[in-house]
T-cell receptor, first 114, second 115 residues
Framework: DAGVIQSPRHEVTEMGQEVTLRCKPISGHNSLFWYRQTMMRGLELLIYFNNNVPIDDSGMPEDRFSAKMPNASFSTLKIQPSEPRDSAVYFCASSLHISQETQYFGPGTRLLVL | AQSVTQPDIHITVSEGASLELRCNYS??????LFWYVQSPGQGLQLLLKYFSGDTLVQGIKGFEAEFKRSQSSFNLRKPSVHWSDAAEYFCAVAPSSGGYQKVTFGTGTKLQVIP
């Protein structure tokens, strides 16, 4: 299995631009999670999906953030417009089910907003 | 709601020394417990997990953890640390009741290994 795939691995953009992060979960996994990791705040859960349906988006910081999962093999996290404080590493993870199972993390997307 | 506390932000040990990383959780029943490791520039990797049964759990890379219900703890141990163990370690807890409930991660403990 290829594991969780994220793209791009690195993104540098200017403030105000739209940023789209992509994730392909492990085949057969029903749950998908988006996390943000910063030095100041650590690992924060932004949103998670079960069977492509968003279950809890209370961690999404602002309306500038949106996430979709149009099918079982693809999810996006979009920031529009981006701001310098959005600079972080964004991780996608997947698991067989939401709570009981191990989460498998992707390598992350390192985002820098100038 | 469950929570998890890692009281040590940063720990330094000498190579070859033993290691114990602390994790305390708060949950009404016995939760599912996990330890993950994150090497610099990498995603999180599962070291071990506890769901039920034997309270001493063996994991990868020579790590083990012991679930102590009376202390609400799930401390991670390794008898002899290697320089390659330098990383950040996250304890996590998930509800055993199932349903649409999320895993909660601790704030992490950064391990430094000195020669």
């Amino acid at each position: 299995d290829a594991g969780v795939i994220q793209s791009p691995r690195h993104e540098v953009t200017e403030m105000g631009q739209e940023v789209t992060l992509r994730c392909k979960p492990i085949s057969g996994h029903n749950s998908l999670f988006w996390y943000r990791q910063t030095m100041m705040r650590g690992l924060e859960l932004l949103i998670y999906f079960n069977n492509n349906v968003p279950i809890d988006d209370s961690g999404m910081p602002e309306d500038r953030f949106s996430a979709k999962m149009p099918n079982a093999s693809f999810s996006t996290l979009k920031i529009q417009p981006s701001e310098p404080r959005d600079s972080a590493v964004y991780f996608c993870a997947s698991s067989l089910h939401i709570s009981q199972e191990t989460q498998y993390f992707g390598p992350g997307t390192r985002l820098l907003v100038l | 709601a469950q929570s998890v506390t890692q009281p040590d932000i940063h720990i330094t040990v000498s190579e070859g020394a033993s290691l114990e990383l602390r994790c305390n959780y708060s949950y009404g029943a016995t939760p599912y417990l996990f330890w993950y490791v994150q090497s610099p520039g990498q995603g999180l990797q599962l070291l071990l997990k506890y769901f039920s049964g034997d309270t001493l759990v063996q994991g990868i890379k020579g790590f083990e953890a012991e679930f102590k219900r009376s202390q609400s703890s799930f401390n991670l141990r390794k008898p002899s640390v290697h320089w390659s163990d330098a990383a950040e370690y996250f304890c996590a807890v998930a509800p055993s009741s199932g349903g649409y409930q999320k895993v909660t991660f601790g704030t992490g403990t950064k391990l430094q290994v000195i020669p």
